[in-house]
């Protein structure tokens, strides 16, 4: 017998309502999973393939978070890039970090990129450290004000440098001796205090509370920073509030609040009544917006973002090269006290202690900030790319000798060639020095943060009695 096809089956209306109904409303759910999860899987596959080398790739077709990537990148980073540049790339390749892929740029290339309008560090920040999110303020400012940062640095902080030197010989003398004593080694404190003299004055830089949220603003944010990144942008408004330590960002982000607004109202009193000649960062700030909106308080805590620990790390990094190089703390003290001596303690005495300067650079160029620059994306194009160049050439053979041997002589050396000797300065950018960054934006801070650093110094070296030297500046393990 042979089944005619041609007779439809049909069911009667209440099995097929019923099969139906109940398949649709049980299994709903499942249904939809699915076409979420399969659409989550083809989503990559419709996404144009690029031909470009990609490093640290994602190990799992199933890791739709790429949380791989994002951890082998913040414990393997540094790694993954020097396989890659062992090869002696000519072109670029692109890497997954924990906030999405970039675009590395071969060193040999930063002449061709340096320069680009369309790469832009604010747009970078923006993005980097959640600037829409509450909390993030003081990050927040540097993302969007960056032009008032920027000009207050360049014009009213760095054209007047020479008249903080007293300030801040001062307060690095006190808070040496208050905090760096024989138990205690809190650079980030002294830091902090001699940042908070020079930008705010005395009041600032011995308040207690201001020193402790400026210090630890940064170190609460970055984490939360990074453990953000873990998760899509889309995601990260409402995984704030599950976060721990986000709470006590806004916290903290509170806090200064409430000590820089009555600090910015009593200055609008006295400028009300007709007073002049304040020279601060509230000022300068003001001068630098031009009657522009800006945050009072998101902008002092940035600064300190940007100039605390990066000047402990480079103080700390600099105290671990001595302790390693015990051999040249005697001329390096000698020079100290022959200047000051001769000069007393002027900005250019500080420029006259070559050694000094020296040491401190040689001591970044083998432990910079950051092992890579130009961290921009490219603010007109659609597609969202970050562009950064490794930093490595401050470690490679074909600019220094012998550059895996920290050699605090290395830039006096080179200063003593002819045509060379303002050159390879501590606040000096070059090619193949990126401690400060390079190109279109570089840090402005720069030449304050080496007068802050040396002075820093001067003042432990300077202090310790010779014997207590090995005491005090551990030999790292
Ligand atoms: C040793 C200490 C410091 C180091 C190593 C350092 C390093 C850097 C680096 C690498 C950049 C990014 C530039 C780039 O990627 O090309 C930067 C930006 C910046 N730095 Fe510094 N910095 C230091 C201290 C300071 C200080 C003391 C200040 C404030 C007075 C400051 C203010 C800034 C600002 C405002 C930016 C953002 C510039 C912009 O948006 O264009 N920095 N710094």
Request: aromatic share 10%; charged share 20%.
């Amino acid at each position: 017998m042979t089944l005619n096809l041609s007779i439809p089956i049909i069911l009667p209306p209440s099995v097929s309502q019923g099969f139906l109904g109940n398949l649709l409303w049980t299994q709903a759910p499942y249904f939809a999973a699915t076409f979420i999860l399969l659409v989550i899987c083809a989503f990559p596959l419709l996404k144009t393939q690029s031909n470009v080398l990609l490093l640290n790739p994602k190990k799992s077709i199933f890791d739709f978070l790429h949380i791989g990537p994002k951890k082998s990148f913040f414990t393997e980073a540094d790694g993954i890039i020097k396989r890659w540049l062992s090869g002696n790339p000519v072109k670029a390749a692109r890497i997954n970090t924990w906030d999405g892929e970039v675009i590395l740029v071969p060193p040999h290339m930063v002449h061709e990129v340096k320069n680009e309008r369309r790469l832009s560090l604010s747009l970078w920040l923006r993005k980097a450290f959640h600037a829409h999110l509450p909390g993030f303020e003081g990050f927040q400012e540097g993302g969007y004000h960056h032009d008032i940062l920027k000009s207050t640095c360049n014009n009213q902080l760095n054209k007047n440098l020479a008249k903080f030197t007293q300030p801040l010989t001062d307060e690095a003398r006190t808070a040496v001796s208050d905090i760096f004593t024989e138990q205690t080694e809190q650079t980030p404190n002294i830091v902090a205090r001699c940042v908070a003299r020079v930008f705010l004055g005395e009041e600032f830089a011995r308040n207690p509370d201001w020193i402790r949220i400026t210090r630890d603003y940064t170190l609460a944010g970055v984490p939360v920073g990074f453990l953000l990144r873990l998760w899509p942008v889309s995601w990260r408004p409402v995984v704030q509030w599950l976060i721990p330590g986000m709470s006590k960002l806004r916290k903290m982000m509170a806090e200064a609040r409430q000590i820089v607004e009555p600090a910015v109202e009593k200055r609008n009193k006295q400028k009300a009544a007709g007073k002049t000649g304040f020279s601060d960062s509230l000022e300068w700030f003001d001068e630098s917006a031009r009657g522009k909106e800006y945050d009072h308080t998101g902008v002092q805590v940035f600064l300190s973002v940007a100039a605390i620990h990066t000047s402990t790390d480079l103080v700390c990094s600099t105290l671990v090269r001595l302790a390693q190089n015990p051999e040249i703390l005697a001329p390096l003290r000698q020079e100290i006290a022959t200047v000051l001596d001769e000069s007393g303690w002027e900005k250019s005495s500080l420029q006259m202690m070559k050694l000094l300067d020296s040491v401190v650079k040689e001591s970044q160029r083998m432990k910079p900030v950051a092992i890579g620059s130009f961290w921009f994306p490219a603010h007109d194009s659609s597609k969202d790319s970050t562009i950064a160049i490794p930093s490595y050439r401050m470690w490679d053979s074909e600019f220094y000798g012998n550059p895996e041997k920290w050699d605090g002589y290395r830039f006096c050396k080179m200063r003593e060639e002819p045509g060379h000797e303002n050159q390879h300065q501590l606040a000096t950018i070059s090619v193949d020095h990126f401690g400060f960054g390079y190109g279109r934006q570089p840090c402005p801070g720069r030449f304050y943060a080496a007068d802050l650093v040396k002075t820093i110094l001067i003042h432990i070296v300077m202090k310790l009695p010779p014997g207590l030297v090995k005491t005090h500046l551990r030999h790292p393990t």
